[in-house]
């Protein structure tokens, strides 16, 4: 059964860091590429950031670009989502998904966790 399961969320204020994860179970990671995505309150989720499988290689939505940073730890099964300098723009629930090919568009994903939130205060 494949699982994915944020964590990290909470409070924080303008211009601080917050580090979430996804933990990953019933598959092998390294099959997958993970992406992250958020949603505010009235608007689409949209696509964070994402890791590729077979290389490592990421992508950032130009909203998050030099503020985020993704990782992985394949021993772990975890992908990670280091968040930096965060705004109140930032306020959303945070997802992590199965994302092939990393496309960053909401609407492709396989799998979904239940979501982790982030709330941003100004």
Known sequence: QVQLVES???LVQSGGSLRLSCTT???????????WFRQAPGKEREGVSCITFRDGRTYYGDS????????RDKREKTVYLQMNSLKPEDTAVYYCAT???CTLRYGTQSYWGQGTQVTVSS
């Open 99 to 101: 994302d092939w090919g």
């Open 25 to 35: 179970s019933g598959f092998t990671l390294d099959y997958y590429d993970i992406g």
């Open 64 to 71: 998050v670009k030099g503020r985020f940073t993704i990782s």
């Open 8 to 10: 990290g969320g909470g």
